[in-house]
């Protein structure tokens, strides 16, 4: 099973390479649940890890429901850290009745080629779960990060069993928020194919 750490300086993106991590979530902003991460910090964690450095794409905290003058900084975003050498994408994008927002998401994974687009836990502020699944690998992404529409992945254990048999290896599931040594293992049978943490 694959270890994503969620890393906001880059001396936690050393501790998680030094820990048996698989992969980097780089983000900023901690208080607002992740943004976009500095040019400078995306550099310098691709200089001092060899594992995957995931960057994410968000302009903002709040919703992810964003203007066409956002849309347009994130796509520069995205264009600046992969000349950087980011290995993959975060995304989340939905429409205002809270669905995913396909179009949209499909031209960042677009974009994005030949790097991977995971969208993050978006997912679990749409109005139905599954017909979401079923959106996002419409649209492209590589996998799905999600809690099983609980604010913590224990809570969520029944959605995040049903997504699980609904993507059936169609794409990646990977289970975060709250995921913790004491609960990994009980998380890790749920069948996904990656755990989420910040490892604080």
């Not at 927002?101 to 749409?126: G, S, W, Y």
């Not at 997504?163 to 913790?180: D, H, T, Y």
Request: hydrophobic fraction near 40%; charged fraction near 20%.
């Amino acid at each position: 099973m694959k270890i994503e750490i969620c890393a906001y300086s880059l001396e936690s993106c050393i501790a998680a390479e030094q820990g048996g991590a698989n992969r980097i979530e780089l983000c900023a902003s901690p208080y607002e649940g992740g943004t976009t991460p500095s040019a400078g910090l995306i550099q310098l964690a691709k200089q001092h890890t060899t594992i995957g450095v995931h960057v994410m794409i968000r302009p903002r905290g709040s919703d992810f429901c964003y203007s066409a003058l956002e849309l347009e900084q994130m796509k520069q975003d995205m264009l600046v850290a992969k000349q950087l050498g980011a290995d993959g994408f975060v995304i989340g994008i939905l429409q205002k009745n809270g669905r995913v927002n396909v179009e949209q998401t499909k031209a960042f994974v677009e974009l994005a080629h030949p790097l991977p687009v995971t969208f993050h836990r978006a997912i679990d502020m749409t109005p139905d779960y599954l017909q979401a699944l079923e959106d996002i690998i419409e649209a492209g992404c590589k996998r799905i990060l999600t809690s099983g529409q609980k604010n913590l992945a224990e809570e969520g254990a029944e959605n995040l069993k049903a997504l699980i048999k609904q993507a059936n290896g169609r794409i990646e599931v990977m289970i975060g928020s709250g995921v913790n040594v004491r609960n990994a293992l009980k998380l890790a049978a749920l069948g996904a194919d990656a755990l989420h943490f910040t490892g604080k």
